[in-house]
Nanobody
Framework: VQLQASGGGLVQAGDSLRLSCTDS????????MGWFRQAPGKEREFVAS????????YYADSVKGRFTISRERAKNMVYLEMNNLKPDDTAVYYC?????????????????WGQGTQVTVSS
C-alpha cells in the first residue's frame, strides 16, 4: 500500500479531527495531493487538494472555512484539519496522489489512492 490514511474516528458535531496521509513509497513529493470522501450510497466526492509545494489549494464549498489541507514534503505527509464537524461530514475519507503537480479537484486526475479512514459525526 502506497498511501495510508489515518486519524478518523467517532466524534460529536462541532468537534475537530486531523486526518493524516502517509506516502510509504515517497513518490508523491512532486505531485499534487487530494482528499476525497465517500458516504454510504453516494459517489466519492472531492474535499480538498494541495499543489506539490503547498502554494495552491482548493476546497469543496461544503467544507470551505472549516477544513484545512496541508503537507510536509520532507516527511511525505499530507494532513486534513477538520473543524466544526457536521453529521453530513460522515464518510470514509481517502487521500490520493495526483498525476500532476497541481491541486486538482477532479477524481480523474488522481492515480494512487489510499485505503481510507472512517469519520463518523454524531448529532
Amino acid at each position: 500500500v502506497q498511501l495510508q490514511a489515518s486519524g478518523g474516528g467517532l466524534v460529536q458535531a462541532g468537534d475537530s479531527l486531523r486526518l493524516s496521509c502517509t506516502d510509504s513509497r515517497r513518490t508523491s513529493s512532486n505531485n499534487g495531493m487530494g482528499w476525497f470522501r465517500q458516504a454510504p450510497g453516494k459517489e466519492r466526492e472531492f474535499v480538498a487538494s494541495i499543489s506539490w509545494n503547498g502554494g495552491g489549494s482548493y476546497y469543496a464549498d461544503s467544507v470551505k472555512g472549516r477544513f484545512t489541507i496541508s503537507r510536509e514534503r520532507a516527511k511525505n505527509m499530507v494532513y486534513l484539519e477538520m473543524n466544526n464537524l457536521k453529521p453530513d461530514d460522515t464518510a470514509v475519507y481517502y487521500c490520493a496522489t495526483a498525476r500532476g503537480s497541481w491541486a486538482s479537484t477532479s477524481r480523474n486526475d488522481y492515480r494512487y489512492w489510499g485505503q481510507g479512514t472512517q469519520v463518523t459525526v454524531s448529532s
